[in-house]
């Protein structure tokens, strides 16, 4: 059988490889354990023009956007409501598009209930929505222009099911750095879990109305029970 189960499939990864969301700054890692757990994921790099030519913003060719754009069973959307999608060549990492919400968060005209002088409240982000089934992966590379700024990771939505990203250290255990800490270099930020997900959400979480911070992504990796195939392992203990 060369499909798993989504039950069985939530099975294996809960009981073997291990019960709750495992995160990764390193895409050579989360892709690496994607494979020892027989996950096949789809790559978004925001290049297919049947799905994305509508969203194209240049400086030749004008701003364009959607409130929402879907590719491979996901819908992708801003993480706040007066903001759409787009995809610049400033955001890309490979190819020529990456994506991007515009405007950048929700600083002019807040979600009700937010208050864009805490930060966090109003930060600029996306979303993305499996049409059906469940995600069981997802990652991405992330960069701001606006250094340096601080992304979260959330499982459905912000502040839902927070993702730690952990910290670096020397050698010695001291002068640690926050892994979520964004500057203009593209990093990658991405999560396992066993348990399942609908949706999630990377949001800016530094930025206030006073001193706004932006995010720009690209080359997503995304796996779930209807987007990617899923084989039987020999081995499922990640590294």
């Avoid at 929700?106 to 930060?119: A, F």
């Avoid at 396992?192 to 992504?217: H, N, S």
Wanted: charged share 20%; glycine share 12%; aromatic share 12%.
């Amino acid at each position: 059988m060369r499909f798993l189960s989504i039950t069985f499939l939530g099975l294996i990864l809960a009981s073997v490889a291990y019960t709750e969301p495992v995160s990764y700054i390193s895409e050579e890692e989360f892709l690496s354990d994607l494979a020892v757990l027989g996950l096949s994921p789809v790559h978004e790099g925001f290049e297919d023009d049947a799905a994305w030519g509508g969203v194209r913003s240049s400086i030749v060719g004008g701003n364009s956007a959607a409130s929402s754009v879907s590719n491979h069973g996901i819908t992708w959307t801003a993480n706040n409501l007066s903001s759409q999608v787009t995809t610049g060549s400033g955001a890309a990492r490979t190819g020529e598009w990456g994506l991007y919400s515009t405007p950048h968060g929700s600083y002019t005209k807040p979600d009700p209930g937010s208050n864009c002088l805490n930060p966090g409240e109003c930060g600029d982000g996306i979303r993305a929505r499996i049409d059906s089934g469940e995600f069981y992966a997802a990652g991405g590379w992330f960069r701001t222009n606006t250094p340096f700024a601080e992304l979260g990771m959330f499982i459905e939505q912000y502040p839902d099911n927070a993702i730690d990203f952990g910290e670096t250290c020397d050698n010695q255990g001291e002068n640690c750095s926050a892994n979520d800490v964004l500057g203009t270099q593209l990093q990658f930020f991405g999560v396992i879990d066993p348990e399942g997900f609908t949706q999630f959400e990377f949001r800016e979480l530094e930025g206030t109305a006073e001193d706004a911070k932006f995010i720009f992504a690209d080359d997503f990796y995304l796996a779930g029970s209807t987007i990617s195939s899923a084989s039987r392992s020999s081995s499922w203990i990640l590294h």
